[in-house]
């Protein structure tokens, strides 16, 4: 069993608590540690769904990070920085409270406040500091500007955490790495035409690499429905977790090296990158996986 255990997956990145799920929760996350998935990082997405993402990794002996998502800060304001903050006091002691996200910036979307979210995003860097908390952050079409409030925040001192679905430069995931930060690989590496994203994931040092599934969004090739698809009827493939371990066979065979290689070095790196999550895969051990492969989870320690 210790063979297995040395090559169980993380999924650093995703959002269980998502209505696509409804009243699945049970059936995904039996699957998810049936497919190998030890542990899954839920990120919270705005004040109204912290006390979810919370609920939810206590009860599937998950984990989860709190913050406030760039395509949520439309609606949010000070008070819900008040309330990460607060929120982040209240459960310091959770040790299912690994990290402050989803945060970060949207620039791919048109109709959002730049202003507006570069100042609740570095709030939020600051709070994370503050809390010396990891953080999760979302860098569509942004890598530039988020370094920059990193740099700003961080003063010189190294961060951990992870850019979320990373698709930027070379120079841009160097700069990341540089700072401290794992690059989050997903779905979008399992296409053939994701040429620069396919370069990275094979030329980024393997110290730097984290999975995720971004569930159930980002779907892999073998899931996803093109319009033409979706307009005959078909529905668009949800993702899950369960996926990591194809998603990394694909890595794997891009970077040419066995999968339970690629397996304990990525769950090493997602350690690094949010230390709370050591001590959660050594209570994730045999026991507690073969039970929750039957889809009863039992209750949560606290």
Request: with cysteine.
């Amino acid at each position: 069993m210790h063979h297995d255990r040395m090559a169980a997956f993380v999924d650093t990145h995703c959002h269980l608590d998502a209505p696509e799920f409804g009243a699945q929760a049970a059936e995904v996350h039996a699957r998810t540690r049936a497919a190998g998935v030890a542990l899954c990082v839920i990120p919270a997405v705005a004040a109204f769904n912290f006390d979810t993402v919370r609920a939810l990794a206590h009860r599937q002996h998950d984990a989860y990070a709190l913050g406030v998502h760039p395509l949520c800060t439309r609606e949010a304001g000070d008070a819900d920085l008040d309330r990460l903050e607060a929120e982040l006091s209240a459960h310091a002691a959770d040790p299912r409270l690994v990290a402050v996200g989803e945060i970060g910036l949207d620039h791919f979307v048109k109709d959002l406040d730049a202003a507006k979210q570069a100042r609740i995003f570095h709030r939020q860097l600051e709070l994370a500091r503050a809390h010396d908390l990891p953080v999760l952050i979302h860098v569509r079409r942004s890598v530039d500007q988020v370094l920059k409030h990193l740099r700003q925040v961080g003063r010189g001192r190294p961060w951990r955490g992870i850019a979320h679905a990373f698709n930027g430069s070379e120079q841009q995931a160097q700069a990341c790495i540089d700072l401290g930060l794992k690059l989050g690989f997903g779905g979008a590496v399992t296409f053939d035409r994701a040429l620069q994203l396919r370069r990275l994931a094979q030329s980024v040092p393997l110290e730097a690499i984290v999975l995720e599934t971004d569930a159930p969004d980002i779907p892999p090739h073998w899931l996803y429905r093109t319009q033409a698809e979706r307009d005959a009827g078909q529905a668009q493939g949800r993702n899950e977790p369960s996926e990591l371990p194809r998603i990394a066979a694909v890595v794997a065979e891009m970077r040419g090296i066995a999968l339970p290689a690629l397996a304990q070095a990525t769950t090493r790196n997602a350690c690094e990158a949010m230390p709370r999550l050591a001590a959660l895969l050594a209570d994730a051990g045999p026991r507690n996986g073969a039970r929750d492969a039957s889809g009863n989870a039992g209750p949560a320690p606290l």
